[in-house]
Each structure stands twice: as structure tokens, then as C-alpha cells.
């Protein structure tokens, strides 16, 4: 099956830009989607598809994607986004209709 | 209001067996594909299977091929996961999700808050 790339952790001081990154071969044919997950509670989707937000996500957070690599990007971190952040996206090996997740990214906002 | 509400959850001996259930409110369930995700304690997210609409297609994870299925009763707007021959490495938060595809990706919009199933003796 395939595989996702993320960075374990990531930080960032309060009010600056971040950019989490994931990277994998099934992104070549198919957009990531992005999920934030804070402790003891279940993941909320915050990106899809090219670059879109489902209502009630700040539109801080965007998405984009090049190649191999897909990006979720926050501009003007706040404190309440410091929380485990997953990519995923649709399975391109044989198992086709299968998901994939990458293995996440802690935020830290100083 | 969405909710997805997981149930079936709980401590069970290697080898053995345990029924998962999820009961979906607030949106057209018979429309949704469905999926099964899960965590293990400190661990990331992993998929564990998926299914259609009208449960004619189930995809599922190498690791729990031949002994997890899925299935779902559209009349009793419910997913289900039936696990058998329980490892120790299936220890883990089970969330139920909906799954949908358009435009080039593919994405759970809506998630339970997860049942711990830990298998040990």
C-alpha cells in the first residue's frame, strides 16, 4: 500500500506562519485532506481537495500541493491550534479504494 | 446536528471476538460511504476498512483482512464492524467516519468520538 510523510513535530511562535508538509506518491493523483486532532478528542477535518474548508474552520488554515507533496499552512498561529495534525488521502497502489494516513505532526505554538 | 455514536467497545482476550456499532444521526446516512478508523494508544490514525452506500463494495486494511468485517444497515441508519481472532496490536480507539470523494480527494467529514476496544489477557 502506499505511504504519507509527515515531519513528527513542528513548532511555531504565536501569530507566525507555519507550513506542515506530508509527502507520498498517491498525492500525485489525488489531493490530501487534513485533519486536527487536540488530545482525548476525535479528528476534525480542517482541509479538502484543492483548498477547501469545511464551515466552521478559520480560513487561517489553508491547503495546497505540488508534486509529491501536499501543505497545510497556518498564517497567524493561534494557541488553540497546537494539536496533532494528519494528512490523508486516497490509496493509488492496487488497493485502490483504500485510504491512507500519514503519520501526523505535533504542533507546538510558543 | 451530525453525530456518529460508536458503541461495543471494552476489554477482550487474545483470539477473541467483539462487535462494534455506530449510529449515525443528522444526515442521510443511506448516502454515505462509511469507514472504520483507528488508533492505537499514543499512536496516529490508521484505516481499517471502508464500505459503500448500499454495502455491495468493502475495502479493508491488509492487517485485518480475513478476520474484521464490515457491514452497515441503512434502515437502522448503523455501522458495524464484527472483529475476530482479537491481537493485542488491534488495541486501540475505533472511530467510525463517513467517507466521500469528490473532486480528486477523498475525506471523512464526520467522526464519532471513538470506542476503546483493548485486547489482552
Known amino acids: 500500500s502506499s505511504e504519507l510523510t509527515q515531519d513528527p513535530a513542528v513548532s511555531v511562535a504565536l501569530g507566525q506562519t507555519v507550513r506542515i508538509t506530508c509527502q507520498g506518491d498517491s498525492l500525485r493523483s489525488y489531493y490530501a485532506s487534513w485533519y486536527q486532532q487536540k488530545p482525548g478528542q476525535a479528528p476534525v477535518l480542517v482541509i479538502y481537495?484543492?483548498?477547501n474548508r469545511p464551515s466552521g474552520i478559520p480560513d487561517r488554515f489553508s491547503g495546497s500541493s505540488s508534486g509529491n507533496t501536499a501543505s497545510l499552512t497556518i498564517t497567524g498561529a493561534q494557541a488553540e491550534d497546537e494539536a496533532d495534525y494528519y494528512c490523508?488521502?486516497?490509496?493509488?497502489?492496487?488497493?485502490?479504494?483504500?485510504?491512507?494516513f500519514g503519520g501526523g505532526t505535533k504542533l507546538t505554538v510558543l | 446536528e451530525v453525530q456518529l455514536v460508536e458503541s461495543g467497545g471494552g476489554l477482550v482476550q487474545p483470539g477473541g471476538s467483539l462487535r462494534l456499532s455506530c449510529a449515525a444521526s443528522?444526515?442521510?446516512?443511506?448516502?454515505?460511504?462509511m469507514s472504520w478508523v483507528r488508533q492505537a494508544p499514543g499512536k496516529g490514525l490508521e484505516w481499517v476498512a471502508n464500505?459503500?452506500?448500499?454495502?455491495?463494495?468493502?475495502y479493508y486494511v491488509d492487517s485485518v483482512k480475513g478476520r474484521f468485517t464490515i457491514s452497515r444497515d441503512n434502515a437502522k441508519n448503523s455501522l458495524y464492524l464484527q472483529m475476530n481472532s482479537l491481537r493485542a496490536e488491534d488495541t486501540a480507539v475505533y472511530y467510525c467516519?463517513?467517507?466521500?470523494?469528490?473532486?480528486?480527494?477523498?475525506?471523512?467529514?464526520?467522526w464519532g468520538q471513538g470506542t476503546l476496544v483493548t485486547v489482552s489477557s
Open positions: 443528522g444526515f442521510t446516512f443511506s448516502s454515505y460511504w
Open positions: 481537495g484543492k483548498n
Open positions: 490523508n488521502s486516497r490509496d493509488s497502489s492496487g488497493n485502490h479504494l483504500g485510504v491512507v
Open positions: 467516519a463517513s467517507y466521500r470523494c469528490s473532486g480528486g480527494s477523498c475525506y471523512s467529514d464526520y
Open positions: 464500505i459503500k452506500q448500499d454495502g455491495s463494495e468493502k
